[in-house]
């Protein structure tokens, strides 16, 4: 279901990125005890640290409140910009602090190439 629902998601935003770009999609859920605004200012702070990554395009993120997860979409110019841009978050202090307050168990990381799409 929640390939389903990820698959859903990025045919929606597939009009934003251009043949050859790379969505990552990632879907995530904060620890108990983080409240909604903790939630929503960590999830602000990696702003900072992305947009600095090499093959950086754009970030968007969102919530649901039917079950408390978050879905994380940011486009990049190629997989290996996307992929190296993996490691060096998991080596950067500030988004350290917020993965920490994440539940790694249930949390869903994914690169997409896009294929074909249509508009109206």
Request: hydrophobic share 40%; charged share 30%.
């Amino acid at each position: 279901m929640k390939t389903l629902f990820l698959g859903g998601l990025l045919m929606l935003f597939s009009n934003v990125a251009l043949a050859g770009d790379i969505f990552e999609v990632v879907s995530a859920k904060f620890v108990e005890g983080t409240s909604y605004e903790e939630q929503k200012d960590l999830m602000g702070q990696l702003n900072e640290v992305v947009k600095g990554f090499r093959g950086f395009k754009s970030r968007d993120y969102y919530y649901s409140k039917e079950n408390g997860r978050w879905i994380d979409f940011v486009v990049w110019t190629d997989l290996a910009s996307a992929k190296a841009a993996s490691e060096q978050a998991m080596k950067d202090p500030k988004a350290g602090a917020v993965f920490s307050k994440m539940e790694e168990k249930s949390m869903i990381f994914s690169h997409y190439e896009r294929i074909s799409g249509v508009k109206k």
